[in-house]
């Protein structure tokens, strides 16, 4: 799948979900400007969150491949 395909079944998907949640598409959602930055902010909070589980586990898997090198070399 290219990446643009990816990135609009992402978008179709939360734009369903969205829908589920609260009834109306995006386009018509009547919320405020300080409405709409408290959504943007709750996701980016989600994002940092995400972003450190992830930094967090390829930390954890370099380390381990680190450790497999280190005992390669260490049998030559």
């Known amino acids: 799948m290219k990446v643009k395909d990816k ?3 992402i978008i179709d998907a939360q734009q369903d ?8 598409y995006v386009d018509d959602a009547d ?11 709750e996701e980016l909070a989600d994002m940092m969150v995400y972003l450190e589980c992830l930094k967090r586990k390829m930390n954890i898997i370099l380390s381990q491949q680190e450790k497999i090198v280190d005992l390669s070399n ?3």
């Open 31 to 41: 919320l405020t400007a300080e409405e709409w930055i408290e959504h943007a902010q």
């Open 17 to 24: 979900k969205g829908l589920s949640k609260y009834g109306v």
């Open 7 to 9: 990135v609009k079944s």
């Open 74 to 76: 260490q049998n030559d």
